[in-house]
Structures are given as C-alpha cells and as structure tokens.
C-alpha cells in the first residue's frame, strides 16, 4: 500500500514564524502536491512537483514555497506564517501513467497537518 | 481553467436511504473524473475513477459513478446508505495534463 506521512498532525505557532511542514511518500512517486483544505472551499493546490528540485504554482501560492531535494520528500515552507494560514495542509504523491497521461492520476493523501496560527 | 461544482454542501439522510451527489464539471475536452472521501479523523482516500470505456464506474463499499458526457456530469450514488458512510465526499477532474480540480464537498450526515 502507498504511504504518504506528514511530520505533525498538529501544529500550533505565531504570527511572523517560519513554519516547515514536511511530507515523505514511500511508493517512488514522481508526483508531489500540497493542498490547503478549508470548510467549504474543499482542497485548494498550493504547489506541486513532478521530480526532484522542481516545482510549479498551484493555485494558491502566495506566502508559501516548497523545496524537493529528494524524491519522497515534498516540504512546506510558511516564510512569515499569518492567521489567514490557519488551516488543515495535505500532501498528496501520485506516478505518471504513460498511457492516461498527466500529473493528475491516482492521488494518495497523507493525513493532514492541522495549522493553527495565533 | 477547469470548474467542479457539487451541488449540495450538506446532505441528510437515513440508513437504508438511496443517495445520489451531484457533479459537474465546466471542461469540455477528454477528462479523468474521480469521487474522493475523507471519514471523520481519516485521509482522503479514491472511492473510485473515470478514465475511459464503460461511464458506469463502480467504486468500493457499493458506490457507482455514471458519467454523462453531454450533462458534464459524473454523480455518485448508492442504493442503500449506511451509518458508516457518514464522511465529505469530493468530486475532482482533470484533463489528463493538468492537475486535479477538486469541488467544494460535500458533507453526507447518516442517521441510524
């Protein structure tokens, strides 16, 4: 079975802290994203990655990056964490199927990282 | 840019009830269609898929998808819901190069 683990299930900080959510997958995935889940908006993409060191915007990036040094290590990074990022951040891995084609195959999620921000 | 919309934020029914979620997506090309659930403390886990051939897709725990190409629709359904089906259900879609849009949920309550 594919496992995807996310470092906190918890995670309580300050205004203007730096915050590092971490997440590994064990399945050899080429295919890592972040997501924000907040009560009625549903899952919104922050950023993603299709292979080591590289990355592309989702939809919501702002006052986020990401950094994929290895290739099952998909990290979070809050430079400067705000209220307005208090929120449940899942991680997700996915592989390319070469003959459907696209990043956006069979995602697997991680648990979550609950982000309260004070 | 792709658009998923679920039709009911909150949905209540009783065990034994039939159930069908609404989805509609604003993409018009070739997609990969998918129902999401996320159990209360669980991950969000694939309840089941739409790539190609038959659009009556079955999915575990007795849900079935059916898409609707000329509705742009892909609903969930299932005859008899249970207690235990109680979880948020997402609809997401792609166009098989981009990644997944996911609707807003919906929040299945199963009073016993």
């Known amino acids: 079975d594919v496992k995807v683990t996310q470092s906190s299930r918890y995670l309580v900080k300050r205004t203007g802290e730096k915050v590092f959510l971490e997440c590994v997958q064990d399945?050899?995935?080429?295919?890592m994203f972040w997501y924000r889940q907040d009560p009625g908006l549903g899952l919104r993409l922050i950023y993603f990655?299709?292979?080591?060191?590289?990355?592309e915007k989702g939809d919501i990036p702002e006052g986020y990056s990401v950094s994929r040094e290895k290739k099952e290590r998909f990290s979070l990074i809050l430079e400067s964490a705000s209220t307005n990022q208090t929120s449940m951040y899942l991680c997700?891995?996915?592989?390319?199927?070469?003959?459907?084609?696209?990043?956006?195959?069979?995602?697997?999620f991680g648990p979550g990282t609950r982000l309260l921000v004070l | 840019a792709q658009s998923v919309s679920q039709h009911n934020h909150h949905v209540i029914l009783s065990e034994a009830a039939s159930l069908e979620l609404g989805c509609n997506y604003s993409?018009?090309?070739?997609?990969?269609l998918f129902w999401y659930v996320q159990y209360p403390g669980q991950h969000l886990q694939l309840l089941l898929k739409?790539?190609?051939?038959?659009?009556l897709v079955k999915g575990i725990k007795g849900f079935e998808a059916e898409f609707i190409k000329s509705k742009f629709s892909f609903n969930l359904r299932k005859p008899s819901v249970q207690w235990s089906d109680t979880a948020e259900y997402f609809c997401?879609?792609?166009?098989?190069?981009?990644?997944?849009?996911f609707g807003k949920g919906t929040m299945l309550l199963v009073s016993p």
């Open positions: 997401a879609v792609n166009d098989g190069y981009s990644t997944l849009t």
């Open positions: 399945m050899d995935h080429e295919n």
């Open positions: 993409y018009g090309g070739t997609v990969n």
């Open positions: 990655s299709y292979d080591v060191k590289m990355k």
């Open positions: 997700a891995s996915s592989t390319i199927h070469r003959i459907a084609g696209g990043p956006g195959e069979t995602q697997y």
């Open positions: 739409y790539f190609s051939g038959d659009p």
